[in-house]
């Protein structure tokens, strides 16, 4: 994206992959206003940017914000993300990413801003029937969180019909890794997702790690996912927005690697790069987990120009480490 001096709200930019955006909004040239409520996202993961404290469903808020700034575009990246929570908790995860979603874009049409890209997953898919997923696979979500993000899509669609308010859904497969500087990382409490856990595991944080299900229809038994960099994540949304502000429609993409990794594959791709040996323990499988997700990205890549630059699991892993040990020191 050429540098450009256009004005977006980030909310969720206190989160992981919203700090991210934020460090590339900033390099890009933008005016960057970051909501966020911290609940899961953290301050020392905002380097630079205008943070305000509050919540995506505060109507009051959000009038004042729109009304103080002359926002080009609106990126939301505050959804809870926890498929084993959500399962246990459908309401609160109903609540925040559906509900409060709902306040966030009645005030831009109101306030007629007409450009959001949304964070989404490929959670939407559900069971997958064939692999890659393509973007046309049928979306049937295997859980809470996954019905909540594609009941926004549709949301978004029916606002572009009504509204004109355009839009970019990013299906991202799994997040990881972090920034090169070491600056910025995965940063979560109660952590969840893979790879920080077995990096935990393998500085002693941590006794081991759990591996939920051994017996998947995959080589090893064990769940297969694609992991894609957060920076990579980052200049696609970058690509994206240049989009939309040149007038483009409305479209879905997902955000891969296009290869799968399975959970022992993780490990062993940990221990190498730690040097460490990561212990195991097996658990049964969670509820709402597909056994295999792994992404066509090809259709933001002809579109977009999108080019990953982390699709090595082990290079993924090895900036993750960099940050690990960065907040171990």
Known sequence: MPKTNKKILVVGGAGY???????????????VVILDNLSTGNRKLITDGELVNGNLGDACLLDKLFGAHKFDAVMHFAAFSQVGESMHQPLTYYRNNLAETV?????????????????????????????????????????????????????LADCDSA???????????????????????????????????????????????????????????????????????????????????????????????????????????????TGKKIPVVEA???????????ASSEKIKRALGWMPAYENLEKIIRTAWNWHLKQAD
């Open 17 to 31: 992959i919203g700090s991210h955006m934020v460090r590339r909004l900033l390099q890009a040239g933008c005016d």
């Open 103 to 155: 306040v966030l874009l009645d005030a831009m049409v109101r306030h007629n801003v007409k450009r959001f890209i949304f964070s989404s997953t490929a959670a939407v898919y559900g069971e997958p029937v064939a692999i890659p997923i393509t973007e046309d696979h049928p979306c049937m979500p295997t859980n809470p969180y996954g019905n909540t993000k594609l009941a926004v899509e549709r949301m």
């Open 284 to 294: 049964p499988r969670r509820a709402g987990d597909p056994a295999i997700l792994v």
């Open 163 to 273: 509204h004109g308010l355009k839009y970019t859904a990013l299906r991202y497969f799994n997040a990881a890794g972090a920034d090169d500087s070491g600056e910025i990382g995965e940063l979560h409490d109660p952590e969840t997702h893979l790879i920080p856990i077995v990096l935990k595991a393998a500085s002693g944080q941590i006794e081991h790690i759990q591996v939920f299900g051994n017996d998947y229809p995959t080589t090893d038994g064990t769940c297969i996912r694609d992991y894609v960099h957060v920076n990579d994540l980052a200049q696609a949304h970058l690509l994206a927005l240049d989009a939309l502000l040149r007038g483009g429609e409305s479209v879905v993409y997902n955000l891969g690697s296009s290869n799968g990794y399975s959970v022992r594959e993780v490990i062993a791709n940990a221990e190498a790069v």
